[in-house]
């Protein structure tokens, strides 16, 4: 059972896969330009997940987003 929408999970999915092949988080500005949409957009799909509990991060420090769920709990990336 998945605790989050459609596209909450193509986020986690992105930051997920984001972080293993690059050893660090995305900053917003990536999933910006990944998802096409607005820096406030993404910005407030992040708090969304932070809220939900599906992702940690350090407020004020760049790139410190890490997805709480176990890979196989995660969609696959669209």
């Not at 997920?16 to 990536?30: F, I, L, Q, S």
């Amino acid at each position: 059972m998945t605790s989050y929408t459609t596209k909450q999970g193509q986020y986690l999915a992105y930051i997920y896969h984001y972080t293993k092949v690059n050893g660090r988080p995305p900053a917003e500005a990536d999933m910006q330009h990944f998802f096409r949409v607005t820096p406030p957009a993404v910005h407030d799909m992040v708090l969304r997940l932070e809220q939900r509990g599906l992702v940690r991060r350090v407020p004020g420090q760049a790139r410190t987003l890490e997805v709480l769920l176990p890979p196989e709990q995660l969609p696959p990336l669209e």
